[in-house]
């Protein structure tokens, strides 16, 4: 049984980066090394562990929690039943994200993590319209750890018998276990993660390495692959983040107009790169810009691959121009396919 509100408060109780000052956040790790074979192996063939604790976290209590949140939103909060999560986006009026986040519903609480850029907005918005309402936040940030057990070996490593469903959860001997799509995440308070980390006795994992697992799986991150001028169905979000049945919340028109009338002009695109890019270079076709790289990695399993939103001029199979030195791309469906 899914552990009360109170019970769940109590029990939930040095990285390199670059600096993107359209974000106003220190982001975009590095990836433009060979991914370590031994890292990738750990993560796709057994379990390894990646402390992503320094995402943003708040816990929502109160009668009208549920309700609240489901009309600010892309997804149906409303619709989840207590031990089920889901992923969903925070947008402004013209439909365009300013954050995305994890909900988890329990029987009288819902969790939101986000990245740590999200958080502001997030909190903003929980701040500045549940006034009147029955809705409490707090901003559990500095007090919970989130540690990711990435690999197929992830449910065995706790002996822990989740969903197969991303977004399920379960109390469990070391914190709150939550199925991810490539794996369990553990969420406990920041003063047991050491100890937690160390009754698991998993081997540490580099972010470069999981990054590169996420790019392989087609999925973009905020602030990475997309940002405050990106449409969810833009970034290939809306079978993930968005229901189009349940009631209005802000950006909801332009997000269903794209999706029932209209083509968007940028699609997320995988590319298989003839040498490593970096983030942030222009992609080209003759003299016109059609998107620039986002993720970008080299897998050992793949070679040069990144994630990219690309103008739709450019077609899937395309080759495009990737910076100035003579790097090219061809555009591919997600996921990427192992040969």
Not at 55 to 84: I, S
Not at 94 to 117: N, Y
Not at 143 to 148: E, K, M, Q, V, Y
Request: glycine share 10%; hydrophobic share 40%.
């Amino acid at each position: 049984m899914v552990h009360p509100a109170e019970t769940v408060l109590s029990s939930l109780k040095s990285r390199s980066w670059r600096s993107d000052p359209s974000l106003n956040r220190r982001t975009v790790p590095r990836l433009g090394a060979v991914i370590a074979v031994d890292e990738y192996e750990l993560l796709t063939r057994s379990v390894g562990l990646l402390d992503r604790s320094e995402r943003g976290k708040l816990l929502l209590t109160g009668g009208e929690a549920a309700e609240f949140l489901q009309g600010q939103v892309t997804n149906d909060v409303e619709g989840l039943e207590p031990g089920r999560g889901l992923y969903a986006a925070l947008l402004n009026h013209k439909g365009k994200l300013r954050a995305d986040m994890r909900i988890l519903r329990g029987e009288d609480w819902l969790w939101l993590d986000t990245e740590p850029a999200g958080l502001a907005p997030v909190r903003h918005t929980c701040e500045v319209y549940s006034l009147g309402r029955d809705v409490r936040h707090e901003d559990v940030t500095e007090s919970r750890a989130i540690l990711s057990l990435i690999g197929p070996e992830a449910r065995a490593a706790l002996g822990a018998d989740l969903p197969q469903d991303e977004g399920s959860f379960a109390e469990g001997e070391h914190g709150l276990y939550v199925a991810t799509d490539l794996g369990v995440d553990v969420i406990c308070p920041v003063a047991d993660a050491e100890a937690v980390a160390a009754a698991l006795g998993l081997e540490r994992v580099s972010e470069d390495a999981a990054e590169c697992l996420r790019v392989e799986s087609g999925r973009p991150r905020m602030g990475f692959d997309m940002g405050g001028d990106t449409i969810p169905q833009e970034a290939g979000l809306n079978e993930r983040a968005v229901n189009f049945e349940k009631g209005c919340y802000v950006g909801q028109e332009t997000v269903a107009r794209l999706h029932w009338r209209g083509k968007p002009n940028r699609h997320l695109r995988g590319l298989r790169l003839s040498a490593p890019a970096e983030h942030g270079e222009p992609l080209t076709v003759g003299e016109r810009e059609v998107g620039k790289v986002g993720t970008a990695c080299v897998s050992p399993a793949l070679g040069p691959v990144a994630l990219a939103i690309v103008r739709r001029e450019a077609a899937l199979g395309d080759t495009v121009a990737v910076g100035s030195q003579g790097v090219t791309a061809e555009l591919t469906e997600l996921p990427f396919t192992h040969a």
